[in-house]
């Protein structure tokens, strides 16, 4: 059996609304939405036309 050793060294959220807990949070308490239209070239072939980027 092995182990794995995992060290945490803070908490931090990367998402649509913000880089950071502090803006992610201020944002959701506002109700502000992360999902927007995409309209990067690179996405002409997708399925959809909107995301949280």
């Not at 059996?1 to 649509?16: C, F, I, K, N, R």
């Not at 944002?27 to 070239?41: C, H, K, W």
């Amino acid at each position: 059996m092995s182990t794995t050793e995992v060290v945490v060294t803070g908490l931090g959220a990367t998402t649509p609304l913000g880089g950071d807990v502090a803006t992610t949070w201020s944002a959701l308490l506002e109700g502000r939405s992360g999902i927007s239209t995409i309209e990067e070239d690179w996405t002409a072939e997708l399925p959809v036309r909107f995301a949280g980027v």
